[in-house]
């Protein structure tokens, strides 16, 4: 158990609707990240968040938006969605934004499937 | 560009046998972190190993060990004793300090089958 929680696990939804994923990062970490994993493309970096604050964006689509509330958990909000958003949506967590040593744990994954 | 090479999409081990995971790395920060996740079928992401760019010696965590060799930018992993549940897909990531961000970059993975 890596301490990082994702709800929901499994998600079935259609075209053109709003999905919202949540993450509950390890006990003490600041930083959220949320990755994208599908067949096509492999792991893919979305955003992360550093104490509230978006820090960095990756491949993330308009589309899509995230957020970290105060209590440091954070939403990934996947809307109009499409039959490619199919995927493992992971978050993952981290003590600081990157110092040397920084270890980054992963949750389980939210498995979307869009049809 | 930053970038991670894993040029083995398959490989199979002999249970109880030692089994290398190639990856190589590019990039020319000269602060990074070099990270090692396993991805069972069930999906969830593991970690299991963590070298820093200036850490002198190679990383272990028990029968994971990281063959880091800085020249050839490269960062095998080393199962040692294989067990059946080894069997997954493994990735290596890498993460460059000077963005001051935490974000990886993966690459396409390797899928790692042990044989009874």
């Known amino acids: 158990d890596s301490g990082v929680t994702q709800t929901p696990k499994h998600l079935i939804t259609a075209t053109g609707q709003r999905v919202t994923l949540r993450c509950s990062p390890r006990s003490g970490d600041l930083s959220v990240y949320w990755y994208q994993q599908s067949l096509d493309q492999g792991l893919q970096f979305l955003i992360q968040y550093y104490n509230g604050e978006e820090r960095a964006k990756g491949n993330i689509l308009e589309r899509f938006s995230a957020q970290q509330f105060p209590d440091l958990h954070s939403e990934l909000n996947l809307s109009s969605l499409e039959l490619g958003d199919s995927a493992l949506y992971f978050c993952a967590s981290s003590v600081e934004i990157h110092s040397t040593g920084n270890t980054i744990y992963f949750g389980e994954g939210s498995w979307l499937t869009v049809v | 560009a930053q970038k991670i090479t894993q040029t083995q999409p398959g490989m199979f081990v002999q249970e109880k046998e030692a089994v290398t995971l190639d990856c190589t790395y590019d990039t020319s920060d000269p602060s990074y972190g070099l990270f090692w996740y396993k991805q069972p079928s069930s999906g969830e992401m593991i970690f299991l190993i963590y070298?820093?760019?200036?850490?002198?010696q190679n990383a272990t965590e028990g029968r994971y060990s990281l063959n880091f060799q800085k020249a050839r930018k490269s960062a095998n992993l080393v199962i040692s004793a294989s067990q059946l549940g080894d069997s997954a897909m493994y990735f290596c990531?890498?993460?460059?300090?000077?963005?001051?961000?935490?974000?990886?970059?993966f690459g396409q993975g390797t899928t790692l089958q042990v044989k009874p």
């Open positions: 990531a890498m993460r460059e300090d000077s963005g001051n961000t935490g974000k990886l970059i």
């Open positions: 070298q820093g760019s200036y850490d002198q």
